[in-house]
């Protein structure tokens, strides 16, 4: 809601406002006095403007880590780190003729290696925030998203899996991460943010 105290005036310096550009300058003023607990001490609008640039850059710095399963190939493009807060950057790409609807995407720390009879141990991660939501990539295209997670590290006989999940279907994709891959996530200093 904005409210504005109205006067009349014959002559006004100014006939109209872009609320956008008047809400930005706002929160640039105040520096964002809004915290939410999940995101610490980095305001919501500078996560937004992260997520936004790391998607707009889209940059591939981990080439490493990728599958690909029925025509369909899902890989991680990169790792960023701010403020104790994990940014993965993942590429979704469909080269068949037959839409791949998303279902749903998990993230979660499970052991690397299980014997038989043993019971496996998982810890379910949840995104705080992420740039946007995919429903279904079409045909013979190419999607990109950013999710934002806390900060964790991972024991050595573990691993992050990134999976995603298909509805309806059978073309599940997974990535394996390692806390070797997590340790070399970059500085989100070290990009150009456009304010």
Request: net charge positive; proline share 4%.
């Amino acid at each position: 809601f904005y409210s504005f105290t109205v006067q009349y005036s014959s002559s006004p310096p100014t006939l109209s406002y872009d609320l956008v550009t008047l809400q930005k300058s706002m929160d640039k003023a105040r520096g964002s006095a809004v915290l939410f607990d999940e995101l610490g001490k980095t305001p919501p609008s500078l996560a937004a403007l992260i997520l936004q640039t790391i998607y707009k850059n889209n940059k591939r710095i981990v080439k490493h880590i990728a599958s690909e399963r029925f025509g369909v190939q899902f890989s991680l493009k990169g790792i960023y780190i701010h403020n104790g807060r994990y940014y993965f950057h993942t590429q979704l790409e469909n080269r068949t003729p037959v839409p791949f609807s998303i279902d749903f995407m998990t993230f979660k720390v499970v052991d690397k290696k299980t014997a038989r009879r043993t019971a496996t141990q998982q810890r379910p991660l949840v995104p705080l925030r992420m740039y946007k939501t995919l429903d279904e990539l079409a045909a013979n295209a190419t999607d990109q998203n950013v999710f934002l997670l806390d900060q964790f590290t991972i024991d050595g006989d573990k691993l992050l899996l990134m999976e995603i999940f298909e509805k309806n279907g059978g073309r599940h994709q997974t990535l394996e991460l390692e806390n070797s891959d997590l340790v070399k996530a970059r500085l989100i200093s070290e990009m150009h943010l456009k304010f």
